[in-house]
Nanobody, 124 residues
């Protein structure tokens, strides 16, 4: 069964950068869209970015556009989220998720498989 494991989270100062990784096991990712979502206490999980199965198309939430970049290396069965110019409001648990289709809307309901999340804290 497909399993997803996020890594790369941590503590950074405002304006700093982090690179999150989503490593898959149990199945390959090359036929599936993958998304990044985030959640803070008291709020619903929200979409951050998603990428189609072969990496041809990407989508970003307005609040990260121009700062974050999603990419994938299907040979490594891994998806990445490069996070630059981080703001305190980016603080959240970040989740990697995989859809059952090659493309998907950036909506929680579109994604069937989820990692455990990795904490990102942006603070001075």
């Amino acid at each position: 069964q497909l399993q997803l494991v996020e890594s790369g989270g941590g503590f950074v100062q405002p304006g700093g950068s982090l690179r999150l990784s989503c490593a898959a096991s149990g199945a390959t990712l090359d036929n599936y869209a993958v998304g990044w979502f985030r959640q803070v206490p008291g709020k619903e999980r929200e979409g951050v970015s998603c990428i189609t199965s072969k990496g041809g198309f990407t989508n970003y939430a307005e609040f990260v556009k121009g700062r974050f970049t999603i990419s994938r290396d299907n040979a490594k069965n891994t998806v990445y989220l490069q996070m630059n110019s981080l703001k305190p409001e980016d603080t959240a648990v970040y989740y990697c998720a995989c859809a059952r289709t090659s493309w998907a809307a950036m909506d929680v309901a579109e994604f069937a498989y989820w990692g455990q999340g990795t904490q990102v804290t942006v603070s001075s």
